[in-house]
């Protein structure tokens, strides 16, 4: 199709939402993607091909979805708001390869969801325009599940992408920063103006690629204590590490002391400056004592 008459734009989805008498949901975080040249930059990094599944969790109107499904093996898309069932079937018509379930991503076991898809020469991939409100519970329900992700494709909000690239030492790294990056090799890939959105939201948004086949280079004894470790060391930013590790699990500030130091650690460090390793280190150490 000629780039002078791409197949998404406002007036078009604007249109599409008419014909089935649906107006958009704030508690639901609908903003549509209706930049045809996005969706196809956001189509081409998941490079989807004849061996790709894609998981996609909110497809709202269905314009990303066409995108994907027209060199995907198959698009597994999942969609809270039940109102959009004619919508996407409209949208969606002609595409066999599509299957939608209407439900709750966070209440959705995921692994049953897919299990029919995969088999070993299926390459898994995730991508969504991830609502604002529910981001982060979404990308860890999805990166912590067992299923055999190769990349993800995510839009989200411009400060959340800020948070998911950062590096030790910014006031961007955080709890969300070690999350990802623990489990992926994290790359901003483009920023997306509000004016490329209906309705437009009143913020600037990012897409970020996570390429799953290249995780971090670390030893975690336990995983449900690293993150515990992490969000205790982040609880309070502006203090100490000692501090924060001592009010945050609940254990005297001799015992911290003695395990930080042990861990190559300064006391009096901030959470924000330390690394993956760093963490990894502390939480091979922790003091069950």
Same mark, same amino acid.
Not at 67 to 86: F, Q
Not at 181 to 198: D, G, M
Not at 231 to 252: H, Q, V, W
């Given at each position: 199709?000629?780039?002078?008459?791409?197949?998404?734009?406002?007036?078009?989805?604007?249109?599409?939402?008419?014909?089935?008498?649906?107006?958009?949901?704030?508690?639901?975080?609908?903003?549509?993607?209706?930049?045809?040249?996005?969706?196809?930059?956001?189509?081409? %990094?998941?490079?989807?091909?004849? !061996?790709?599944? $894609? &998981?996609? /969790? #909110?497809?709202?109107?269905? *314009?990303?979805?066409?995108? =994907?499904?027209?060199?995907?093996?198959?698009?597994?898309?999942?969609?809270?708001?039940?109102?959009?069932?004619?919508?996407?079937?409209?949208?969606?018509?002609?595409?066999a390869n599509?299957?939608?379930?209407?439900?709750?991503?966070?209440?959705?076991?995921?692994g049953e969801?897919?299990?029919?898809?995969?088999?070993?020469?299926?390459?898994?991939?995730?991508?969504?325009?991830?609502?604002?409100?529910?981001?982060?519970?979404?990308?860890f329900q999805?990166?912590?599940?067992?299923?055999?992700?190769?990349?993800?494709?995510?839009?989200?909000?411009?400060?959340?992408?800020?948070?998911?690239? %950062?590096?030790?030492?910014?006031? !961007?790294?955080? $709890? &969300?920063? /070690? #999350?990802?990056?623990?489990? *992926?090799?994290?790359?901003? =890939?483009?920023?997306?103006?509000?004016?490329?959105?209906?309705?437009?939201?009143?913020?600037?948004?990012?897409?970020?690629?996570?390429?799953?086949?290249?995780?971090?280079?670390?030893?975690?004894?336990?995983?449900?204590?690293?993150?515990?470790?992490?969000?205790?060391?982040?609880?309070?930013?502006?203090?100490?590490?000692?501090?924060?590790?001592?009010?945050?699990?609940?254990?005297?500030?001799?015992?911290?002391?003695?395990?930080?130091?042990?861990?190559?650690?300064?006391?009096?460090?901030?959470?924000?400056?330390?690394?993956?390793?760093?963490?990894?280190?502390?939480?091979?150490?922790?003091?069950?004592?």
């Amino acid at each position: 199709m000629p780039e002078s008459q791409p197949r998404t734009n406002a007036a078009s989805t604007k249109d599409l939402l008419h014909r089935h008498g649906f107006y958009t949901k704030k508690q639901f975080g609908q903003n549509f993607l209706v930049n045809d040249r996005i969706l196809q930059q956001i189509a081409d %990094a998941v490079q989807p091909d004849e !061996d790709t599944v $894609v &998981l996609e /969790v #909110g497809p709202g109107s269905g *314009a990303l979805t066409v995108h =994907l499904a027209e060199t995907a093996k198959r698009v597994v898309a999942i969609e809270k708001d039940e109102s959009l069932r004619p919508v996407l079937a409209d949208a969606l018509q002609g595409y066999a390869n599509v299957d939608v379930t209407f439900a709750d991503c966070l209440e959705t076991n995921l692994g049953e969801l897919m299990a029919p898809y995969l088999d070993a020469s299926t390459k898994l991939v995730f991508a969504a325009n991830l609502p604002y409100y529910i981001t982060t519970p979404i990308l860890f329900q999805v990166l912590e599940s067992s299923l055999p992700l190769t990349r993800a494709v995510v839009m989200v909000q411009k400060e959340v992408a800020d948070r998911m690239v %950062a590096t030790p030492g910014g006031k !961007d790294y955080g $709890v &969300l920063s /070690v #999350g990802i990056q623990y489990r *992926a090799t994290v790359k901003r =890939l483009f920023t997306v103006p509000p004016s490329a959105f209906l309705p437009q939201p009143g913020v600037d948004s990012a897409v970020v690629l996570l390429d799953c086949t290249v995780p971090v280079d670390v030893h975690v004894d336990d995983e449900q204590l690293f993150f515990r470790v992490v969000r205790a060391a982040f609880s309070t930013r502006r203090k100490t590490l000692l501090n924060a590790l001592s009010n945050g699990l609940g254990k005297s500030k001799d015992v911290c002391r003695e395990w930080i130091v042990t861990s190559g650690i300064q006391p009096e460090a901030r959470a924000e400056t330390l690394s993956i390793h760093q963490f990894a280190e502390l939480a091979n150490r922790f003091p069950h004592a």
